[in-house]
C-alpha cells in the first residue's frame, strides 16, 4: 500500500473521529477513541512481536531488521508509533533537517537544532532568512516542519525563534505532517542539469532549475517587470530576466545581484516518492 494511500485512510480515521465528537454525547466519543487506541496498541504488539520471531532473540539480528524496516517510509512511521525506531527522536530530527536543507535555499542554510526537551518540544534556531520576505519565511519554517513531523511524529511540538507549532490534538498515527499555508502540491519533473522548466501548480506557474542535481522553485515572476522568469537565461547560478535584464542568484534564494532590488520568491520542494512536492503560497493561481 503506498504511503500516500495510508496517510488518506489515518486522515478520513481523524475525520471520523471528529464527526463522533460532534455528534455523539462524550461517553460514546471516549470509547470511539478508546477502541481505536486499544486496536493501535494490539497492531503495534503484533508488529514487535514479528521482529522477536524474525529475530529469533538475537539482539543483533533485531537490529538489522529494525534498521530495514526503518528504511521505509511507512514501516519507519509505524515503528516510531509504536516506539520501535532504532534511532532517538533528536538524532530523526536532526537527519530531516539535513535532508531538508538543499531544497529550500541558501536562506534556510543557517537551520540550528539546539535540542529536543523533556516535553519532545523540538527548539531550532532559524537563521538567514531572506530580509524582506516574511511569505518567504514561513514556507521555509513550513516546510522544515513538514520534515521534522514526518521524521518524528512522536515530537509534541516545534519552536522555532519563539514560534511554536503543535501537531493535532490526536495522534492516532504519524503520517499528517504539518501543511504550509496554501498547501502542497505533487510534481513529476525529470529536469537534466543546469536546466530549467516552467509548470503550472494549482493554476500558479512555477520556475524550475537543476543547479547540478539541486532542484530549486520560485515563482515564475519578475519582481523587477513582472515577466516570465522561465524565458530568462541562466548562466552558472544567474537568472537573467529577458524583460528587464534583472540578475538574481538562483542558489542563494533568488537574491538580487543588486543591491537594494527585489529578489525572487522561492517556493520550497521537498521530494516526494518517485517526484518532488512543491509548497504553493496562499492565493496561488490568483493573478497579482
Known sequence: MAGNEVQRLAERVDTLIAEVEQSAVPAVAERVEELVRTLVQMYGIGLERAVEVLSAGQEQAR???L???AGDDLLAALLVLHDLHPDTVESRVQAALDGVRPYLGSHAGGVELLGVDEAAV???RLQGSCDGCPSSSQTVRNAIE???WAAAPDVTGIDVQGMVAEPPLLQIQPFRPAQAEGGWEHIDVDLPPRQTTRLLVAGDPV???NLDGTLVAYRDRCPGCRGELSSG???GDLLTCAGCAGR???RLAGRAEQDGAAHLEPLPLLPEGA???VAVPAGAGVAP
Do not use: S
Open 67 to 69: 534498521r530495514r524496516l
Open 63 to 65: 537490529e538489522q531488521i
Open 275 to 277: 517526484g518532488w512536492k
Open 146 to 148: 513538514e520534515a521534522i
Open 122 to 124: 523540538v527548539h531550532l
Open 248 to 250: 538574481y542568484d538562483v
Open 233 to 235: 537565461n541562466l548562466d
Open 207 to 209: 520556475f524550475l532549475a
